[in-house]
């Protein structure tokens, strides 16, 4: 007889571990079924964001920043280090250790929460009396059945046309964490968040890194003054970024890749590089879900269509995550998780889609919230502007990394905030205080008034605030 639960999770990513450990606390019989493997072909729980995204793209990126100060920000605090080279092999070992660790984390929790883990592909089998069952295709199949069920089965890369992952010269976000040596030259097609944070990596440890972006714009979702910001910057530190490009062909061949594309000025280019990085999105992934054995609707983009509350077409059927409406963030996908988990115990379960922070953990790092100025001019809001830079804060002077800003957009009238964008040290680390204001409808002036540390980062939010009624006192 197949095991029967409350709630099965499809998928072990943050939304969906986060959702069965959530669930299992308010008194659920919990499953989650996830199939991503280690390289001995154990279960690696944890998702894209865990195996190949989040986890592993910060581990490259502390290693290669590591290098670069090395090589050249070192001497100037007096220290002399020599040659310094960089052993490739034992960065990418470093990154799947730090993966690991995170993999077997997770497994502790479902332990330690009682949650009973399932290690293969979830599939929809049919609707049953009461709930739904659902097929675990592993090294064992079997059917197990569950009252509620959530779909937390996240994104996958998208493929250009012409330009299919062999994840060998032309590569995924995945390819990309595990590249054998510095290419010489590398290519990246897509300059949003891993685009930048891969090329950073590869930039640092001597590649001659190319990005070509179709958008005429870079960073068209963050707020413009930040975009023009990072754009100076990283064409300083030798990232070579081309806007508004068309590409025309990719072949892919035994040396390398060959990319023919129209730039901005409509001028035929043809660029030849060791790897090519494609970064252009993700699409939902439902694969092998089988969806039509239980009727579960799908949009035009194949995403599982919900409501507000995560509720898909179905009775007792939930998806977060990727794999359905908005940004595609790990941290989206966890606040998802919880809140449906309380749904179906009857609780109020929360998610401020205007409160969602976006990091991307280049260097300089860039975070934001809430709204941008273009967005704020576009939809006819006043807002009044305040403005520090690192230049004028004495921690970061003193970290000798003074590059980037903070910038906080309050409504005219009311000085609620509306929007905070950093870019700078530890933008990541300082937008919390941002997301938490916001969330707690605070204005500028609330932040001005309240005391930071000094010295400290956090000066120049406090003084950013300041600088929105005009009255900053270290600038």
């Known amino acids: 007889m197949s095991q029967a639960f409350d709630v099965v999770v499809i998928g072990g990513g943050p939304g969906g571990y986060i959702a069965a450990i959530r669930a299992a606390q308010l008194g659920f019989k919990v499953a989650c079924i996830d199939e991503w493997k280690n390289a001995a072909g154990g279960p690696a729980p944890g998702g894209t964001c865990t195996n190949v995204g989040c986890i592993p793209s910060k581990a490259l990126l502390q290693s290669s920043e590591h290098f670069e100060h090395a090589n050249h920000h070192f001497a100037d605090h007096g220290i002399s280090t ?98 054998g040596a510095t290419p010489k030259k590398l290519g990246v097609i897509g300059s949003g968040v891993i685009g930048l944070e891969m090329g950073s990596v590869w930039r640092r440890l001597g590649a001659e890194v190319t990005i070509l972006e179709a958008l005429p714009t870079f960073l068209g979702a963050a707020d413009e003054g930040v975009a023009k910001e990072a754009l100076k910057v990283f064409t300083k530190q030798g990232l070579k970024i081309e806007l508004g490009v068309k590409i025309s062909e990719v072949k892919n061949g035994k040396k390398g890749v060959s990319v023919a594309y129209t730039n901005a000025k409509g001028e035929a280019v043809s660029l030849d590089v060791d790897k090519l990085i494609v970064s252009i999105g993700r699409v939902p992934n439902t694969i092998g879900l089988n969806p039509d054995a239980v009727g579960l609707k799908l949009d035009e983009r194949g995403a599982i269509v919900v409501d507000d509350e995560c509720r898909t077409n179905l009775p007792g059927v939930w998806a977060v995550g990727d794999v359905v409406r908005g940004p595609m963030l790990a941290h989206k996908a966890e606040e998802e998780g919880v809140a449906v988990a309380e749904r179906m115990a009857g609780q109020h379960g929360h998610v401020n889609f205007n409160t969602i922070p976006w990091v991307i953990y280049t260097s300089p790092e860039i975070a934001w919230v809430g709204k941008t100025e273009q967005q704020l001019k576009a939809e006819g809001v006043a807002y009044k502007a305040g403005q520090f830079p690192f230049l004028a804060n004495g921690r970061a002077r003193a970290l000798g990394d003074t590059t980037g800003f903070v910038k906080i957009l309050a409504d005219a009238k009311t000085d609620e905030i509306l929007g905070v964008h950093i870019i700078g040290p530890m933008a990541s680390e300082l937008i919390a205080e941002a997301v938490m204001a916001m969330e707690f409808k605070a204005s500028a002036e609330d932040i001005a008034r309240i005391c930071h540390a000094h010295p400290s980062l956090s000066e120049s939010t406090k003084e950013a605030a300041l600088a929105v009624d005009k009255r900053t006192l270290n600038f």
Do not use: C
């Open 82 to 179: 020599g040659k310094v080279t960089m052993d490739v092999a034992k960065m990418i070992a470093r990154k799947d250790g730090v993966v690991k660790q995170n993999n077997d984390g997770i497994l502790y929790l479902f332990k330690k929460n009682k949650v009973t883990f399932f290690h293969g592909r979830g599939s929809f089998v049919a609707a049953a009396e009461g709930g739904y069952q659902i097929k675990v295709a592993g090294a064992a199949e079997e059917v197990i059945s569950g009252k509620q069920v959530v779909i937390a089965t996240g994104s996958n890369a998208r493929q250009l046309p012409g330009a299919e992952f062999d994840e060998v010269n032309i590569l995924s976000n995945d390819g990309a964490l595990r590249v």
